[in-house]
Structure formats: structure tokens, C-alpha cells
């Protein structure tokens, strides 16, 4: 059933620009991968299996977040499909991921469900065509902020900070745009 103020078929089109951050980490390939996986952690599946069985209230579901996330990102996903491309005589490496927090996302879903198009967060660690090793995202803030809502924008900012924190921790240089960020006074 559609709501009276909009049509079946009715299309809402957001152009707006993302900043892709491709930084060089200056390790090599497996190193980076490992520290990545060592400091995001995979989603605790039996945790959150246990969980939901139950009638868990919000407050369950942040106290079992916590230990998951100990630098604010838990791997929700992970795909490695270089041995796939290799077949196909390709040399270079890539594992993408899907990286986030649920108990941040809320915040921003709350106000929009549509958020979680760019929640969690799409991440890859690869190398790129000289052999060098990249930690690739696309900046939180410039997904976040096409969404017209201050409360959203000041999120993904905050996601652009705790992004800073967690490439600090791995010893991966920290681009500028991930700490200059601000909220402008037309953010929705």
C-alpha cells in the first residue's frame, strides 16, 4: 500500500560526490591483512545467535557489542577472490570487507533506514598495479552527508574520525580528510 503523498513507482535521485581514500599502508600485503583482521574483529555469530533467541533489549545488544568492536569496527564480511582472478592470469591481491557498528549505524538509522545502503562500511586491502599494498574506503562523511539530515552528517563524521583512530592503531598513514571534517551549517 502506498502512502497518499506517494505514488507507486515514485523515485527519489541523490547525485552527490564520494572521496575514495586509497592509502599506501607501507606493509607488506599479509601483514596488513593480518592487522586488519587482528583489530576488526569478525561479528561474534554465536553471540548474537544467543541473543536474538531471547527478547533482547537494546541495552543487550550494545553490552554485546562492546567487546566485539574494540576499535569501534566489527567484520561483518569478508571475500577474498584474488585465487578466483588468478585463474584468469591476474597477479594482483584484494580481500574486501564489510566493517562497522551496529549500536553507531542506529543512530543514523533512526533517522533514515535507507543509512544502512552505506552502513557498514565497504573496505578493501589490495595492491595496486605496481605491487604496492592499498587500504581503500570510500570517506563516511561524503556517503553520509548526501543524506540531507544534520544528525546523519555529524555521524559520518564521527565515523570519519573513528576510521582516523582505527588507521592510526594499524600504523597506516592518516589522509587528511579523515580529521578535517566539520559539520556545515546547511547539513540538512
Known sequence: MTSPDHELGDTVSVRYEVQRLSIATGLPYDETVRRYEQAVPALDEARFAALAVGQPTWDDVRIATAPNAPHDF?????????????AAGDEGRCVEYLMGNHVIAERMFRHDPGVLLHAPLRTTIHTDPRGVTRFSVD???????????????VVGIELDLKLATLLEHLDIPVPDALTTGRVPAHAG
Open 139 to 153: 570517506q563516511p562523511s561524503t556517503h553520509f552527508r548526501s543524506y540531507g539530515n544534520r544528525a546523519i552528517t
Open 74 to 86: 566489527i567484520r561483518y564480511w569478508r571475500g577474498d577472490f584474488t585465487w578466483m582472478l588468478r
